[in-house]
């Protein structure tokens, strides 16, 4: 299922939500135009063979990585559904808190992913972790939107329209499948996707979008 649009907008510029996406571009930018590439996602990427947590100045790949890519495809899957999502979780929250919570899911997503891989060389980067948080803080947020979905259907592509939290929850569940199935079969180092960086961002914003939606509920009351 390829989400192309959701049932209710936002009534916002998406400021920091269309920013992320142009720093985000700016950066794949310079990272594909590196002499280097290798030696310049080693020195940004989060691997976690050079993590040491005694030492500060070894912790900031924890943010940079967020806005690395891995390639076009990369990039243009994530900020597709940044766009899709964002920009309703940016006037839920407001624009500095939305920057905020975006750099502690990306944070938490890529610590959870690092558990995962204590010692390994394979860098962590893509800011999927931080959207998942998005993914997340929507679903909770937002119960009665609907998405208007690509779906194969009898050979052929068609568009239908689903509820958000349908697609969203099939979406966390496909990639807690995934990262099960690779850390049983111990193949999660090798497979080129951070499933448990998605899984532990969308929990992290559903959480978050929780705490929102009870303290706005008790400050109404």
């Known amino acids: 299922m390829i989400p192309i649009k959701d049932s209710e907008p936002s009534g916002i510029f998406p400021l920091a939500t269309i920013s992320i996406v142009i720093i985000c571009a700016i950066i794949l930018f310079n990272e594909m135009s590196q002499v280097n590439l290798e030696e310049f996602v080693f020195k940004w990427a989060l691997v976690p063979s050079l993590i040491d947590f005694s030492n500060f100045s070894t912790l900031y790949p924890f943010v940079t990585s967020i806005f690395l890519h891995g390639g076009f495809l990369h990039f243009l899957s994530n900020m597709w559904f940044l766009l899709i999502f964002g920009d309703n979780v940016e006037a839920s929250l407001g624009t500095i808190k939305y920057i905020i919570f975006f750099l502690l899911a990306g944070i938490f997503a890529s610590f959870v992913q690092f558990l995962f891989l204590v010692g390994s060389n394979v860098p962590i980067l893509g800011a999927s972790g931080a959207i998942a948080g998005v993914l997340g803080f ?4 937002f119960p009665k939107n609907k998405v208007d979905t690509l779906i194969p259907y009898i050979g052929l592509i068609t568009t239908i329209r689903l509820p958000a939290q349908a697609v969203l929850l099939m979406w966390f569940v496909t990639q807690l499948f995934n990262g099960t199935a690779g850390f049983i079969s111990e193949t999660s180092a090798t ?9 532990g961002g969308f929990i992290f914003g559903a959480f978050i ?5 009870n303290s706005k509920r008790s400050f109404n009351v």
């Open 209 to 213: 979008g929780l705490l929102h939606g």
């Open 138 to 141: 929507y679903m909770v947020a």
């Open 191 to 199: 497979s080129g996707i951070a499933w448990w960086a998605h899984i």
